[in-house]
Every structure is written in structure tokens, then in C-alpha cells.
């Protein structure tokens, strides 16, 4: 099988689709998506929040950077990278 596996033919066809039939399709594909997560801004890191922000995003992993910390570059498209500001509350959440 192809390097890009079955995934490549659903991420293209994300592209293409209408915003209703993109968030289905990211959901069969496992693809985080990170545009509603806006309001878990200012939040402290719990599990509770951790779970919430999975579900929100359809992400598959979850990864907590510390304030300062350093993060390795490589993309995952199911996991959500989450920067925590100097006062340990979120920052940002972000797809990759």
C-alpha cells in the first residue's frame, strides 16, 4: 500500500466537501479539528478539560506543553497540542 495509506483520499475529499460533510468526514478519519476551542482559553488543565477538549477537537491524542516548554516538529493530524501560559492556564490549543 501507498506511504499515505487510506487516509490521504479522505483528508483530500475534506478539502473538497461542504463544512457539514467536512466534520463528518474528519470524524470517520480521526482529524483534529481546533476551530471551536477558542473558549477553553484562560482554563487550568484538568482531566475533565482534557476530555472536553478531545471531544471537542476529535483528536485522538492530546499533548500539554508547558509555558517555555519545547515541542518536537513533527505533525500529527489526530493529536492536539495544547500551550499552557506562565500562570499554568491554557493558552492555546492547536491541531497537529
Not at 40 to 62: N, Y
Not at 63 to 82: A, I, N
Request: glycine content about 10%; aromatic content about 6%; charged content about 20%.
Amino acid at each position: 500500500m501507498h506511504k499515505y495509506g487510506l487516509w490521504m483520499p479522505l483528508a483530500l475529499a475534506a478539502c473538497a466537501a461542504p463544512p457539514s460533510e467536512r466534520l463528518a468526514i474528519n470524524q470517520v478519519a480521526g482529524v483534529c479539528d481546533d476551530r471551536a476551542l477558542g473558549t477553553f482559553v484562560g482554563q487550568l488543565p484538568t482531566e475533565d478539560t482534557s476530555l472536553k477538549l478531545m471531544g471537542f477537537a476529535r483528536a485522538r491524542t492530546l499533548r500539554w506543553v508547558p509555558h517555555g516548554g519545547v515541542v518536537t516538529m513533527d505533525y500529527s493530524p489526530q493529536r492536539l497540542t495544547v500551550q499552557l501560559d506562565a500562570q499554568g492556564r491554557i493558552a492555546s490549543a492547536k491541531c497537529g
